[in-house]
Every structure is written in structure tokens, then in C-alpha cells.
């Protein structure tokens, strides 16, 4: 089962980092049928590992691109960016032992970040630099 979905309104409108959103999607996706399918703990925390990497080089280029263009959004844009990273170090201590875990925090908390940065957060700043 798909968890999240690419709406057409999750569109910055720069088709590079529209890819790369497009990525997590998927990343948080396959964690979501991993879990589905029962994997063991070491998949699934190899598959966290991955997505907090990718995620975190997201974050970097885009308070980067912030910085040079000296973007008056960048603090409220870089904490929403930490409060993702702050929910993936959880998920990683917890790595899912109950069932609940599940939906509460891929559900739940990943999905409405998700649905809410990047038709907020990311589309401001990136129509902006665009
Ligand atoms: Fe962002
Ligand atoms: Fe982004």
C-alpha cells in the first residue's frame, strides 16, 4: 500500500528539486511496505539510515540556496526542516518496536509534514528563487 502520494500542488515549480521530493516520497513509501511486510530491525534501519541522509543533503542544499540569497524565511524554514530531522531521530531510537509506532509516526507525523512543507515552506522559497 502506497502511505504518500505526489499531488500536483507539491509543486515548487524547479523540476530538480520537485525530483528530489519526489524521492523521499518514495523513500518514506518503501519503508512504509517494509514495515507492512514485517522486515527485520536491520532493514529497517538501514532504510532510516538512507532516508535521514538523503533528506538531511536536501536540507543542506536548500539552506544553502537560502543563505546566498540571503532569504528573509530562512529561521522558520530551517526549524520545519529541523522538526522533520528531530522526527526521523525518533523513529530511529524507537525503529518501530510496536505496531502503533507505525501509523503515529509514519502516518501520522511524516505524512502531514510532508503535505504541509512542501506547499508552504518549500513552494514560498523556491518560486521565489526561481
Ligand atoms: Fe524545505
Ligand atoms: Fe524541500
Known amino acids: 500500500m502506497t502511505l504518500l502520494k ?14 528530489e521530493h519526489e524521492m523521499m516520497i518514495r523513500q518514506i513509501n518503501t ?6 511486510a514485517c522486515a527485520d530491525s536491520e532493514a529497517i ?14 536540507f543542506a542544499l536548500e539552506e544553502r540556496m537560502m543563505k546566498q540569497a540571503n532569504y528573509t524565511g530562512f ?3 530551517k526549524e520545519d526542516h529541523e522538526e522533520l530531522l528531530d522526527q526521523l531521530h525518533e523513529m530511529m531510537e524507537l525503529n518501530f518496536q510496536s505496531p502503533e ?4 509516526l509514519l502516518k ?4 502531514d509534514w510532508f503535505g ?15
Do not use: C, M, N
Not at 6 to 19: F, L, N, R, T
Not at 108 to 111: E, G, K, N
Open 6 to 19: 505526489w499531488k500536483p500542488e507539491y509543486s515548487v515549480g524547479d523540476p530538480a528539486i520537485d525530483y
Open 31 to 36: 519503508l512504509y511496505d517494509q514495515l507492512d
Open 45 to 58: 534501519e538501514a532504510v532510516l539510515g538512507e532516508i535521514h541522509a538523503d533528506i538531511s543533503a536536501h
Open 75 to 77: 529561521e522558520d524554514h
Open 101 to 104: 509506532d507505525r501509523d503515529s
Open 108 to 111: 501520522l507525523r511524516l505524512s
Open 116 to 130: 504541509h512543507h512542501f506547499s508552504t515552506f518549500d513552494a514560498r522559497l523556491h518560486r521565489k528563487l526561481s
